[in-house]
């Protein structure tokens, strides 16, 4: 995975282990980050929760409601309106897609 990754306003510096949005730094948990940065790394495509679960925190088995939950925490750190998303969004019977910024 690229170790810095930029999208729009947002900057995921996986060297430092940070993220900052309109240069303003954002107080991640480390599940977080983990999750962002795979999404941000992956424009464009839906994921599950059971892949988010394996893939970024290398759990096969699992409570697929910690993504939901994660989901839910990034978005109130990344999206202007977080009951509105713009970036992180549901694909309604699949999982989540990061929507690259125009």
Do not use: C, N
Not at 29 to 54: I, W
Not at 66 to 89: M, Q, W, Y
Request: aromatic share 8%; charged share 25%; hydrophobic share 40%.
């Amino acid at each position: 995975m690229p170790l810095l990754l930029t999208d729009g306003d947002l900057v995921v510096d996986g060297a430092r282990h940070s993220v900052t949005r309109q240069g303003s730094p954002l107080a991640l948990t480390g599940r977080e980050f983990d999750l962002l940065q795979f999404l941000v790394a992956h424009p464009g495509t839906a994921f599950s929760r059971d892949d988010l679960l394996q893939q970024v925190w290398g759990w096969s088995i699992g409570d697929r409601s910690t993504v939901t939950v994660h989901v839910r925490r990034l978005r109130e750190k990344v999206e202007r309106d977080p009951t509105r998303p713009e970036r992180l969004l549901t694909v309604w019977g699949v999982g989540y897609r990061w929507e690259a910024s125009a």
